[in-house]
């Protein structure tokens, strides 16, 4: 008898050792924080930056036009660093004389962006400007506003005569693929890089027309 109950009360033992274990087992997991992973959402880009805009670009009320642009940015079609350095100062001449205006935003201008090297251009076909403009729809906009291009003299003249400088749309922007659509980056074209003729183009290429108004102490 007394070995009976001896090996009952081992068993007994035994069995609240493994439920004990268990026991264990499930607090330790909980600590260990067995939480399920919420799934990514339908339309997340896990390959995507964390930085990076992956929605559609939309129209805006800026003189950047769309949405994807958050600073103003120029491409000219040259390699000499010099020149794109030449762009952000005139850039910055521009900003300020354009705060003279109270009702002209400037905050857009701050900070621009020059780089070397711009898409190729769309009026060069040997057609008249504007009768030979073809602007190119686009699905996602250059981040540049403005392209600048230096060209040949038989290229410039036979699009835009004898004028200083030229201007044509370079990209147009049809959001959600409607039949609404608006110039959204424009490209000026000059034979040399003078200052003064780069500074006029880039005014009319940007559209600060404020700047062209014999007043310069505002409105």
């Not at 026991?23 to 964390?50: H, I, M, N, Y």
């Not at 129209?59 to 940015?73: F, G, I, K, N, Y």
């Not at 990209?171 to 200052?195: M, N, Q, S």
């Amino acid at each position: 008898m007394l070995a009976r109950l001896t090996l009952l009360g081992m068993g007994i033992a035994a069995a609240l050792a493994i439920g004990c274990s268990s026991a264990q087992t499930e607090t330790e997991g909980e600590r260990l924080g067995d939480t399920p992973v919420p799934p990514l959402e339908a339309d997340a880009d896990p390959t995507a930056p964390a930085n990076v805009q992956t929605s559609a670009p939309t129209m805006v009320d800026s003189p950047l036009a769309v949405s994807t642009r958050d600073v103003l940015s120029v491409c000219i079609e040259t390699a000499e660093p010099a020149d794109a350095g030449l762009v952000v100062e005139i850039l910055e001449e521009l900003r300020q004389e354009l705060s003279r205006y109270p009702l002209e935003p400037t905050a857009w201008m701050e900070q621009p962006l020059a780089e070397l090297g711009c898409p190729p251009p769309t009026v060069l076909n040997g057609q008249p400007h504007p009768q030979g403009e073809s602007a190119v729809q686009v699905e996602a906009p250059s981040p540049h506003r403005l392209f600048i291009y230096l060209v040949s003299e038989d290229d410039f003249s036979a699009a835009f005569g004898d004028s200083p400088f030229g201007r044509a749309g370079e990209e147009i922007f049809c959001p959600g693929g409607g039949h609404v659509c608006a110039e959204v980056t424009t490209g000026v074209y000059l034979l040399k890089l003078d200052r003064q003729e780069l500074k006029a183009a880039m005014i009319h290429g940007l559209g600060l027309l404020a700047l062209t108004r014999p007043d310069h102490e505002g409105y």
